[in-house]
């Protein structure tokens, strides 16, 4: 490959900004180097250039001097910019190379740029890779990896007495490339890359610059996938501290490799790129996956989030909505949906496909648990409550199929007749063995009532099936419940009875709450509701249990969470799909009479099967 032209970029404020581009992958990949470069002395080390090449061989490559080193327009060494001002300069590297959507890969004090850069414009930021970030360089008692006052200010007297010198230059690969120590050739090299790149005062401005990053704050709201890499003997920004960060990023995969080089180039650059391309392949793949022109609505809320209030009072409350608001829009943004409102406890989002609106989803219900919440998630806003009023009826015509009762526990219903959530109580031999495989969702394709450009949307319900808790010993003190009574009311919130006949139930201490207005008696709603607590208390401690014994899951065909897709409702196509067992049907009509014996039969026969063979294993 050929030494690439270099080109400029004019910022906002007149700056040129030397960059290169180079390599024909299908996916942009910015690589930002730390503290300072020059695009073409790169090309003059066999190592570097090589590292360059391999990146440029899975994508096309963006490489670019900051302003005020390289190749780009020095400025005032007062007027050296700051991380803001660099995010500037980074959008108008990728504007100028035609880059709308990038992987940012950032080394060093670039790693928390690339950050700030994600968390500002998730809309451009494709993934995120960091090879031992920044987190904050300044010592502190929870930041016990960084540089103290004392040390720091030796090392600026260090470069204002041998920049450009060799002397310098030699404690810095002790710290950043340990492995090159007693390379007088890299020693030369290092120095008069050092000395083309910056002179001794700019050298020690971007040195206090680098001194005032901490991230610590933006790190919750970085939304996209994110790879962060290091070496286990690194010196500078050690293990400690891209742990830490790791351990607080929401979409973070971490990788220690061997090793103490901080520079990614030096060392064993082999292994760390191979978790970088493979990082990159997976981006690719999963946007050509998501790439897809269907509308879709998304809607989330906050389970069990009055009683979550509740117990944490108004102020904690507010700040971990707070939160909550400003990680969902970061991620939202990363799947290139369009942030409608917030809605309190939740949100709602559309998105111009349905993969790319499910994957927002599992990424939302992942990124929430670091704020010690979960979320419910589902496709579709009015049509996806009409969908979960249509699934009710398909259970419904199964239940009386199997001679089966069947009772509405509890019911919120939308304005279009729909529901946004109930609960259907099947009692009857053998219900809970054969509809368990029910837990899932539900994915419906059509054109919705209140769509008028007739466009197939795609909605979602969840379903959740819950043991039968009657003659199962369940514990459920007295002390340990609120019961709240309530007038009962419909959609929009009009009265449907005058008396407080509706009954609402908090268990304290799991924050489990129920409620059933269903029935005109005060006590037959509360009947209902704590027979529908103690299913939730019981599903609850069997999923405690599973958790414990792993052996059990390979006996589920699957594990029923929120974000998993099990079966697909195509009405064009007249097509019902479990995904599961691979299984398709061409008689739509007849499943949602309640005809899903077909499905429920294959599901326990691979159950079955699943078994067998982990006995056999044993």
């Known amino acids: 490959m050929d030494i690439p032209d270099t080109r400029y970029a004019k910022t906002v404020d007149g700056v040129h900004i030397a960059y290169q581009v180079f390599g024909e992958g299908a996916i942009d990949l910015v690589y930002v180097a730390g503290w ?68 940012m890969f950032g080394e060093s004090d670039g790693g928390p740029l690339c950050a700030l850069f994600a968390a500002t414009y998730p809309d451009r930021v494709l993934g995120l890779v960091m090879h031992g970030p920044d987190v904050r360089a300044a010592w502190a008692p929870d930041a016990p990896w960084g540089m103290t006052s004392e040390d720091f200010r030796a090392e600026v007297e260090n470069i204002e007495g041998g920049w450009g010198t060799g002397r310098f230059e030699r404690g810095f690969l002790e710290e950043m490339a340990p492995s090159m120590v007693g390379d007088e050739d890299f020693l030369s090299w290092t120095t008069t890359y050092f000395r083309q790149s910056a002179s001794p005062g700019a050298a020690m401005a971007l040195n206090r610059m680098w001194y005032a990053i901490d991230i610590r704050d933006v790190i919750s709201a970085v939304g996209v996938p994110t790879l962060i890499l290091n070496r286990t003997s690194a010196i500078l920004n050690p293990v400690e501290e891209t742990r830490y960060l790791a351990e607080r990023m929401p979409a973070a995969e971490y990788v220690e490799l061997p090793g103490a080089d901080h520079l990614p180039w030096v060392g064993d650059q082999d292994a760390l790129l191979q978790h970088v391309e493979r990082f990159v392949s997976s981006t690719r793949d999963e946007e050509a996956e998501l790439d897809r022109v269907l509308a879709t609505v998304l809607f989330t809320d906050i389970v069990d989030s009055t009683a979550t209030a509740a117990v944490m009072g108004d102020a904690k409350w507010r700040k971990l909505i707070d939160e909550h608001d400003r990680l969902t829009k970061a991620i939202v943004a990363r799947y290139r949906g369009e942030y409608v409102e917030s809605t309190g406890d939740g949100l709602l989002a559309t998105f111009d496909g349905p993969a790319r609106g499910v994957r927002c989803a599992q990424a939302l219900n992942e990124a929430v648990k670091g704020l010690g919440v979960e979320i419910r998630a589902g496709a579709g806003g009015q049509e996806a409550a009409l969908w979960a009023g249509e699934l009710l009826e398909l259970y419904r015509h199964y239940a009386e199929r ?95 009875n005058t008396t407080d006949s509706a009954v609402r139930i908090t268990h304290k201490p799991t924050g489990i709450v129920v409620a059933c207005q269903e029935e005109r008696s005060q006590m037959q709603n509360r009947e209902k509701a704590m027979r529908y607590l103690r299913a939730r208390l019981l599903h609850r401690a069997e999923l405690e249990a599973a958790a414990k014994e792993a052996a059990t899951r390979r006996s589920q065909v699957g594990t029923g969470e929120r974000a998993e897709k099990i079966r697909t409702y195509n009405f064009p196509e007249n097509r019902v799909t479990d995904h599961r067992v691979k299984l398709t049907l061409h008689q739509l009509p007849g499943v949602l009479a309640g005809d899903i014996d077909g499905f429920v039969d294959a599901l326990l026969a691979a159950e079955r099967a699943s078994q067998l063979a982990g006995d056999g294993q044993d």
């Open 402 to 496: 199997r001679r089966w009762k069947s009772d509405v526990l509890s019911a919120s219903a939308s304005d279009l007749g729909g529901f946004k959530e109930v609960v259907l109580e099947g009692r009857g031999k053998g219900a809970y063995s054969r509809l368990k495989h029910e837990s899932g969702v539900h994915r419906v394709q059509r054109v919705p009532v209140t769509e008028s450009s007739g466009r197939i949307h795609t909605s979602t319900a969840t379903v959740a099936v819950l043991p039968e808790a009657e003659g199962v010993e369940v514990e459920i003190r007295p002390e340990d419940l609120q019961v709240d009574v309530y007038r009962s009311s419909g959609p929009g919130g009009q009265s449907v």
């Open 36 to 103: 300072i470069s020059n695009v073409d002395l790169n090309w003059t080390s066999p190592d570097y250039a090589r590292f360059l090449r391999r990146l440029a061989s899975f994508s096309r490559l963006i490489i670019f001097d900051k302003r005020g080193v390289g190749l780009s327009d020095r400025v005032p060494e007062k007027e050296l910019p700051d991380l803001e001002t660099r995010m500037d300069d980074l959008v108008a590297v990728m504007d100028a190379a035609g880059s709308r959507r990038a992987i």
